[in-house]
Structure formats: structure tokens, C-alpha cells
């Protein structure tokens, strides 16, 4: 009798756990069911980030500090470089018209440019008659073969427009200033053997710019405007006197301490962090 009692509330207490499993297995599946029926039902929200831009004071989108140094080049190919030679001109009879001369000693001068210098070139002559196609060079590092190539390639003839050049090289020149936020050194030398108009004006545009002028004269008469606006101009007579004034105009005039430099970029660095 006390064995069927037992018996009678094992089997009740078995349906009891029973009962509570199967109950305990129905709220979670309840449970899951209205998660993924929330899920369901929400916007889908983008999560990807897009990379935050950093900012650099020496790589920012205004430019960036460097200490190079850049030298635009105006190189007159006009008509009157195919004169020949003589005795007030040239005196080497080794080259027979002054523009072959000319690229002579610009091929000497290539040979003691560092290279690290930026350089531009800007062409009037025969081949270069518009003005958009007169840069054959732009401003740049590591050119000198193509610099070398450009002034081979000139062929003489056509005017001289002089003074529109100088604007052109002292806006390049100027934007290239801007690039480097102010550091550097800037120097448009012009290589000319004719007169021509408006030199004051672009001088004085030049001037504005804070872009000085390094002129060479070959063969140029005493009174020629380039005198009067250059901030050095040295006159050529022969072409061995061109390649020495071409070397002349490059040479290094300012000293900038390489532990102040880097001291400065690293200090505006970190300002803009």
C-alpha cells in the first residue's frame, strides 16, 4: 500500500518536471521569435565608417613646407638667334649662329645644377608660336634630360614677346611659393638677346610677386630695360661667359639650419594635431 502511494507521486512529480520543461522551452522559443520579429522590423542601419581625414601641417591641402629651391627659365629662341657670329658676338668661331652657342652653354650649366633643383622651362621661337605650348618644361624635379631635350629641339625665329613670358614664369613661380608656404628660394632667369615692350610693366608685376628677375643679356646693347629691373643681370658676349652667368644665377645665396627646419615642422605638426 505505501509502495503504490509512492509510485502514484513519483509519477506525479515526473509529469511536473515534464510539464515544466516543455513550458520553460515554449517561453524561449516565444522569446526568439519576437527578437527576430523586432529585428525584422527596424530600419537597416549602415555601420561602415568612413576614414576620418587626418590632418597635417605639412601635408595639408594648402600646401607643404620644403626648402626647395626653383628655377624658371625664359630662354629667347626668337628670329635674331639665328645671326651669325662675329667679332662683337661671340668671338668662337667654333659655333656659327648664336643660338647654337647658346644651347652649348646651357648643356655646361646643366652639368652643375643640382638635382635636387626644380626647373621650368619656357620657350619662344619658331616652334613655339602660341602661347599655350610656349612652357615645354613645366616646373618640376628630376627633368633635366627632358630641360636638355626641350632647348635642343628650339628652332630660332618669330618675335620676342619678353615681357609676356616674364608674367607667365613669375605666376608659376608665385603658385609654386604657395605650395611650399613661403619656404624655398625663387628665381626666374630670363635669357635674352633682343628688346622688346613692356618690360617695366612685367618687371614690376614680378616685383609685386616677390619673384626676382635674373637676367643675361647676349649681346644686348647698354641700354636694354632688363638692366634697370633685374636684381642681377650680366651681360654675355661670348658663350663661355653664358655658361659661367647661368651658373652664377643659381648659385646658393640663403642658409637654413637643418635642426631649426625640422624643429619648425615638427612644432606646426604638432599644432595641428
Not at 656659327?96 to 643640382?114: C, I, T, Y
Not at 608659376?172 to 628688346?195: K, P
Not at 636684381?231 to 663661355?240: K, P
Request: hydrophobic share 40%.
Amino acid at each position: 500500500m505505501l509502495l503504490e502511494l509512492i509510485n502514484v507521486i513519483m509519477k506525479k512529480f515526473y509529469y511536473f518536471v515534464v510539464c515544466l520543461i516543455v513550458l520553460s522551452q515554449c517561453i524561449g522559443c516565444q522569446k526568439r521569435e519576437k527578437q527576430q520579429t523586432t529585428a525584422t522590423n527596424q530600419p537597416t542601419v549602415e555601420t561602415s565608417q568612413q576614414a576620418e581625414p587626418t590632418s597635417d601641417f605639412a601635408t595639408s591641402d594648402i600646401g607643404q613646407i620644403s626648402l626647395a629651391r626653383n628655377f624658371y627659365f625664359i630662354f629667347d629662341g626668337s628670329g635674331s638667334m639665328r645671326d651669325a657670329l662675329s667679332s662683337d658676338c661671340g668671338g668662337d668661331q667654333t659655333f656659327k649662329r648664336k643660338l647654337e652657342g647658346a644651347k652649348w652653354a646651357v648643356a655646361e650649366f646643366l652639368k652643375k645644377v643640382p638635382e635636387d633643383v626644380n626647373l621650368g622651362l619656357y620657350v619662344f621661337d619658331e616652334n613655339h608660336r602660341n602661347r599655350s605650348e610656349r612652357e615645354v618644361v613645366p616646373l618640376g624635379t628630376n627633368n633635366m634630360a627632358a630641360f636638355l631635350q626641350a632647348i635642343n629641339a628650339i628652332e630660332a625665329g618669330g618675335g620676342t614677346p619678353l615681357a609676356e613670358a616674364i608674367r607667365f614664369g613669375a605666376e608659376v613661380l608665385a603658385r609654386q611659393r604657395e605650395q611650399q608656404l613661403g619656404y624655398g628660394e625663387f628665381r626666374l632667369i630670363v635669357v635674352t638677346d633682343g628688346l622688346a615692350d613692356d618690360i617695366p610693366q612685367a618687371a614690376e608685376f614680378a616685383t609685386e610677386n616677390a619673384i626676382p628677375i635674373y637676367a643675361i643679356g647676349l649681346c644686348i646693347k647698354e641700354d636694354h630695360p632688363l638692366r634697370q629691373y633685374a636684381v642681377s643681370y650680366r651681360a654675355a658676349d661670348n658663350f663661355e661667359d653664358l655658361a659661367k652667368a647661368l651658373e652664377a644665377t643659381v648659385v646658393e645665396t640663403e642658409f637654413y639650419d637643418a635642426k631649426t627646419f625640422e624643429a619648425l615642422t615638427g612644432h606646426m605638426t604638432e599644432s595641428k594635431q
